[in-house]
């Protein structure tokens, strides 16, 4: 599985922006991945933004973009979504995308992906 994002950027505080991820997949479908975002501020750890299960019916995500982020995915373009609303300053990160071919809600047991993509930067100015 090969992963690309694409679609950062530079935006100001209060706009938005969608990054697609476009998997190339290899023996198995891309409905059959559940999908990630993660991101990774300067000097910060890297922290989960979203997750996504196969079939869409179970999105999670972290605290600091609840509400503000929705994660989505094309099963038929072998894409993934992140639309990134009333986008703050402290978005501002290189954002991953990423997939596992299980499923299990890393919100509650921290399951790491099995693939992951190269980032696509996003900066939020003031």
């Known amino acids: 599985v090969q992963l690309q994002a694409s679609g950062g950027g530079l935006v100001q505080a209060g706009g938005s922006l969608r990054l697609s991820c476009a998997a190339s997949?290899?023996?198995?479908?891309?409905?059959?991945?559940?999908m990630y975002w993660f991101r990774q501020a300067p000097g910060k750890e890297r922290e989960f933004v979203s997750q996504?299960?196969?079939?869409?019916?179970?999105?999670d995500y972290g605290d600091s973009v609840k509400d503000r982020f929705a994660i989505s995915r094309d099963n038929v373009k072998n894409t993934l979504y992140l639309q990134m609303n009333s986008l703050k300053p402290e978005d501002t990160a290189v954002y991953f995308c990423?997939?596992?071919?299980?499923?299990?809600?890393?919100?509650?047991?921290?399951?790491?992906?099995?693939?992951w993509g190269q980032g696509t930067l996003v900066t939020v100015s003031s």
């Open positions: 996504l299960s196969r079939s869409s019916v179970v999105a």
């Open positions: 997949v290899s023996g198995r479908t891309f409905a059959s991945l559940t």
């Open positions: 990423a997939a596992s071919n299980t499923y299990s809600r890393y919100l509650s047991q921290g399951s790491q992906p099995d693939y």
